[in-house]
């Protein structure tokens, strides 16, 4: 079983800057990428950014100068640094992460959410 248990959302006013961080624990066999995600009230998932174990980021084009993704020696731990936060970056973060677990099975796994407001 794969567990992804996400931090560090919260209320910040704008300008502001949070760090979400995102583990994966259970039966993992290798991790190939892992990502963030979000979704506003009434709108759809969207991408936000992420990163391979090649290192490669990826960004979706709002947040780009403004967020960095980072992981963490083990790989098993992924980051989002959100500065210069805007109200617009209100949303619930998801981590994504692309994996293959123990019964060889690769699939992207979800965490539960965490829920980043920025509001003066």
């Known amino acids: 079983q794969v567990q992804l248990v996400e931090s560090g959302g919260g209320l910040v006013h704008p300008g502001g800057s949070l760090r979400l961080s995102c583990a994966a624990s259970g039966t993992i066999v290798a991790i190939y990428s892992m990502g963030w995600y979000r979704q506003a009230p009434g709108k759809m998932r969207d991408f936000v950014a992420s990163i391979n174990n090649g290192g490669t980021h990826n960004y979706a084009d709002s947040v780009k100068g403004r967020f960095t993704i980072s992981r963490d020696n083990a790989k098993t731990m992924v980051y989002l640094q959100m500065n210069n936060l805007k109200p617009e970056n209100t949303a619930v973060y998801y981590c994504?992460?692309?994996?293959?677990?123990?019964?060889?099975?690769?699939?992207?796994?979800w965490g539960q959410g965490t829920e980043v407001t920025v509001s003066s």
């Open positions: 994504n992460v692309d994996l293959l677990s123990s019964n060889y099975r690769r699939e992207g796994y």
